[in-house]
C-alpha cells in the first residue's frame, strides 16, 4: 500500500512540475490525436481542415506540421509512411495504417502520438516518459469528466 501511495505522490509532483506552456501544448496533442483517432473510424476527407483550421495563424500551423510531422517520423509505422514527401501524405498513410490494427493497439498507437507531439511542441527537456504520463492523465481526466 505504502508503494502506491508513494508512487501516486512521485505522479503528483512530476504533473505539478510542468509549466502551463507544456500542459497547453499537451492539451493541442490529444486534440490533434482525438481528430486522428476520428479519421481512423470514419472517412479521412476532412482530416488536415479538422486539423489545420482555415483560421489558424500561419506560424502556429508551422509549429504544428513540423512537430507532427516529426512525430510520425519518429512512431516509423512502416517504411512507406516514413518515405511520403508531404505531411498529408504521412498522415493519410499513417490513418491507413492505424485502421488496419487492432482498436487497443490503435489506441497505444494514438497516446505515443500525443506524447511524442507534445514533446515536439514544446521543445521541453523532460523525459518523454513524464511527457507520455502528462499525456495520460490529461486525457483520462477529460473522459471521466
Sequence with gaps: MSFCVSFGRKIKKVLNSVDEYVHENVDR???????????VDSPVVMLFTKIFPGEQDEAIRQVISKALSAALDGLMLTKECGSKATLQDKLLCFVNTLRQQ??????AILFKLAGLLSKHLTGTKLRQSAIDLL???????????
Excluded: G, L, S, W
Excluded at 29 to 36: F, K, M
Excluded at 102 to 107: F, G, L, N, R
Design 135 to 145: 499525456v495520460q492523465a490529461k486525457y483520462f481526466n477529460t473522459i471521466i469528466k
Design 29 to 39: 496533442a490529444i486534440r490533434i490525436t482525438n481528430i486522428i483517432k476520428d479519421a
Design 102 to 107: 487492432h482498436p487497443d493497439v490503435q489506441e
